[in-house]
């Protein structure tokens, strides 16, 4: 798995699957969410739409990952995935792990050999830098060590929106 750490614009990427950083509702956000749906477009919301309407009424939980296709964007599939939210008191760092480790694994099972996350829970959720780093590094080398499974995206890119985050994805994937 070659796992690199860029600074920039998630949309922007020419990637197979990029992760949205989403909130339960999947209907789109602030932050990256809100960045994701404008660049997608109205196709993407109508899928998550239905997605509400079919197999989440409820929400997507906080840990869980979701495919959907990717509009207008680069890439074929964004996957959504809902972090824990600190502020709402949301604070055991396994789930956020888990969004990094179930987005991996909804990519493999789409075939997908690229996929860019980007800093969830690390905007307006609350984790700190280096709490998101630490749970990406961990859940990726999970990912890398499991041989039982096929071979999941060979090509992992970290997008940081700040020079703080960037430097703690790089600490942890260096």
Same mark, same amino acid.
């Given at each position: 798995?070659?796992?690199?750490?860029?600074?920039?614009?998630?949309?922007?990427?020419?990637?197979? #699957?990029?992760?949205?950083?989403?909130?339960?509702?999947?209907?789109?956000?602030?932050?990256?969410?809100?960045?994701?749906?404008?660049?997608?477009?109205?196709?993407?919301?109508?899928?998550?739409?239905?997605?509400?309407?079919?197999?989440?009424?409820?929400?997507?939980?906080?840990?869980?990952?979701?495919?959907?296709? =990717?509009?207008?964007?680069?890439?074929?599939?964004?996957?959504?995935?809902?972090?824990?939210?600190?502020?709402?008191?949301?604070?055991?760092?396994?789930?956020?792990?888990?969004?990094?480790?179930?987005?991996?694994?909804?990519?493999?099972?789409?075939? =997908?050999?690229?996929?860019?996350?980007?800093?969830? *829970?690390? *905007?307006?959720?609350?984790?700190?830098?280096?709490?998101?780093?630490?749970? #990406?590094?961990?859940?990726?080398? =999970?990912?890398?060590?499991?041989?039982?499974?096929?071979? *999941?995206?060979?090509?992992?890119?970290?997008?940081?929106?700040?020079?703080?985050?960037?430097?703690?994805?790089?600490?942890?994937?260096?």
């Amino acid at each position: 798995m070659d796992v690199r750490v860029v600074r920039g614009d998630i949309t922007a990427l020419d990637v197979d #699957a990029i992760v949205n950083a989403a909130n339960s509702s999947l209907l789109g956000g602030g932050g990256v969410d809100g960045a994701i749906h404008a660049a997608a477009g109205p196709a993407l919301l109508a899928e998550c739409r239905e997605l509400r309407r079919a197999r989440y009424p409820d929400g997507l939980p906080a840990g869980d990952a979701v495919a959907t296709g =990717a509009g207008k964007l680069h890439a074929r599939w964004v996957i959504h995935t809902v972090g824990p939210n600190r502020y709402a008191g949301q604070t055991d760092r396994a789930i956020l792990r888990s969004c990094f480790a179930r987005s991996y694994e909804v990519a493999r099972g789409l075939g =997908a050999a690229s996929i860019a996350f980007p800093a969830i *829970g690390g *905007g307006v959720y609350g984790w700190s830098a280096e709490d998101v780093a630490r749970s #990406a590094a961990e859940a990726l080398a =999970a990912a890398a060590a499991d041989g039982a499974s096929p071979a *999941g995206p060979a090509t992992v890119l970290l997008v940081a929106f700040s020079a703080d985050m960037e430097q703690a994805f790089r600490n942890r994937t260096a």
